[in-house]
């Protein structure tokens, strides 16, 4: 069995840049071994003849058609309640500097 030592989870927190206290370095420790120890049982699950798949529900990709729908407004009517408009377009203030 695989098991964090303290030295093991201040290389992890090293390499996460984050900084953890003696009390924290013991309790994830605890808890990163007590989920290694789950994954250690997956090694003992039988997988012969299982085929690989990407997704278990089913499903295929489900698609709509591509339909526009008419709302009953023309683009200039809903431009009417905007602030500033420049060619038939939203006008804003400039996002990125």
Known sequence: MVE???KDMLNLAHLARIEL???????FSKDLNTI???IEQLKDVDTNGLKPTYQVTGLINVM???????YGYQPNDLLKNVPRVMDN?????????
């Open 64 to 70: 709509r058609d591509d339909v526009p729908l008419e």
């Open 4 to 6: 964090l030592s303290k």
């Open 89 to 97: 377009q939203i006008k804003t203030n400039r996002m990125v500097e």
């Open 21 to 27: 206290s003696d009390d924290e370095v013991a309790e």
């Open 36 to 38: 290694l120890v789950f």
